[in-house]
């Protein structure tokens, strides 16, 4: 990791830059798939499953009994694992539940916000060395509780038209209402267009390539809602001399393990931790089966050791990270002063990986930068808030005559006579 | 208005098309501009201005002394109008607060999600011929009630560089803190990217023609959060013999009066009311200001008439109307039974206009059916939330073999020794 000794303010932004996030250039490629899905339906998802994915399934939809067979294949350690890690995400977003507000504004003006389910989502979850079954968790658990009728999920099989056991038990379990064997741009364009055989969601959610993601943005430019525009995987860790150094070498290379383009940044005011840290990143990344990528993440990765508290909070809400452990004396009180930041992990004993896997939050968080702006998935991304009006004689007649101005000073008249006509039924 | 009587389900889907939103075509001309702004700042958007807006303001940041002197030029009738609707906005988004949530998933493992203001919001106001200080209104308001730190406002001003004083009136109220004089794509290109003048925002709110909202589009990709994708504006009315014909005439044209590509559906299981409802549109038409505009919208614009209380309500869930005006005996039983809608108007009494301007809710609202996916903006739209996690030393022990056991299965295996190295510690 390279490591920058107090740079000044002017730096920050140089020094906190992220790679390019432009996907324009696969737009074009990524569009003319779209647009024979859109047209030909299944036989364009087949054409491009066998070209991209070298398969081409018969049946997409899987069956009942290749998910009963799948149980079969995930050992009973596993599964008792899911199922507390289930339960967890389910409390975390069970409260997460929001109750209809009702507000009487004026007399006989009474406003509604009601929370409704999405019908149709859509889950994709990548195929791949890593089965991630755990995203399976972390989408469809807040669907359900979201009460999202209809709860679809594309994921590409392998060569062998098989798709991981661990990941069809868990869609299972958590209540996936259908699963197909379809992966990339042709599973994105499948939800956002139904064909015959897959129906057409609402909203699509989950991780992907630069193809997939592509294709996330194109469609939601009008044919559907995804869940937030994606980049690759960042975790910061602010720590001070009282952070445990293998704790923090050990957080950084989950962080590095997930592809050679993690963002990974260590920001301390401590010296000392900085060369401790290094020492045990080099122990521990030469017992790592995924050494390799680990180590090229690493090379692009920073460590920014600064003077105060408040710049490294300062720095922190200005990088906006996906993830952030705070492993320093007051973790409590700088934890109360991040504003950006996708998800939190407090104190020495509250690693990464905790949140990815079981602690309850959810692992789909805004990447780069975009936790100014965007939240992680929680349930409140499965719902949609419609607001109600019901407005009795009386209150008509007490706020009518605002609606009456102010119609007439836009020069919207049809408007304006709304008001006037019922009004004057009244008189 | 075009009549359908009784038509059959497979012809649904074609009676409730919409006019095609692809801005795609726009695409090209405005990312152009887009890139000079990014490129050359303040400069290009004086040369823009000039071409588009024929003017070239000086100063763009409208001074003190402009908005002291719009104040003076706004009647004191629309004030108090202005100064009602804001408290019903008020009341209304400050009742969509949300707690803080915490919740111990297992013992020792404390789970919290926060909502966190957005610090820096843009407003885009449009100019043209109906000064639009009612959507700086719906748009201000939440921001202020969520603490958005930089709540910037652009609009362009007419020919002798004036701003509305409506406009800059409201703006001042609600506390905008700067305003600006630009419009269109120079307006959202300066907020996604700042310039030496306009600070870059976080989110971009607010309505605009087709252009706008193909800048938008764009920038939305990858620099910055907007609001929701926009079409032309939209009013559905569900009604039975116990409707006003009157009232429902005065409904469908304040949408007609909006624009030639207003989108204006009645619904309804009564024959009488239709011929009812079409002498009233005629006699009302005559008497409108924007008579040519309400009269074009009304020729695309469509009377369905059904059977069942049932099929109309599973027809309006399936078009997702943006605005909705229930005026049927069950009104209360049916609006229970809306799934799909931005927001919804109950009973005889409730004109759209209402909430256009002045009951609480918010006007900026979810068309061309997005509202199966979307809200229309609301207090969360003004939010991030992020998720906190803090486990205690004993929690880890209780959750961390669960991730060690999945973070293995996933072949992550930095992830699992973040637990592994911690809980070796705890031996």
Known sequence: MQVFEYPQKEEWADLLKRPENDLSGLFNKVQTILDEIKKDGDTAVRKYSEKFDGYAAEEILVSKSEIDEASLNVSSQLKEAIYKAKLNVE???EAQIIPERVVETMPGVVCRQKCVPIEKVGLYIPGGTAPLFSTVLMLAVPAKIAKCKEIVLCTPPG?????NPAILYTASLVGVTKIYKI????????????TDTVPKVDKIFGPGNSFVTAAKQLVSLKDVAIDM???????????????????IAS??????????????????????????????????????????????????????????????????????????????????????????????FVGNYTPESA????????????????AKAYSGVNLDSYLKKITFQKISP??????????????????????????????????
């Open 159 to 163: 060569k062998d038209g098989k798709i």
């Open 355 to 370: 949140g990815d896997y079981a602690s309850g939050t959810n692992h789909t968080l805004p990447t780069h930068g975009y």
């Open 394 to 427: 009386n209150g008509l007649k007490i706020i009518g005559p605002s609606i009456e101005q102010m119609a007439g000073e836009e020069q919207l008249h049809a408007h304006k006579n709304a008001v006037t006509i019922r009004l004057k039924s009244l008189e």
């Open 91 to 93: 409390k975390f977003h």
């Open 229 to 247: 525009p994606a980049g690759p995987s960042e975790v910061e860790v602010l720590a001070d001399d009282s952070a445990n150094p293998a704790f």
């Open 183 to 194: 992966g990339g741009v042709q599973a994105i364009g499948s939800m956002a267009y139904g």
């Open 251 to 344: 957080d950084l290379l989950s962080q590095a393990e997930h592809g050679v383009d993690s963002q990974v940044i260590l920001i301390t005011n401590s010296k000392t931790l900085i060369s401790e840290v290094q020492i045990e990143l080099r122990n521990q990344l030469d017992l790592l089966p995924r050494k390799e990528i680990a180590s090229k993440a690493l090379d692009n990765s920073r460590i920014i050791l600064l003077n105060e508290t408040a710049e490294m909070i300062e720095m922190t809400n200005s990088y906006a990270p996906e993830h952030l452990i705070i492993a320093m004396k007051d973790e409590d009180s700088i934890a109360d002063q991040i504003t950006n930041a996708g998800s939190v």
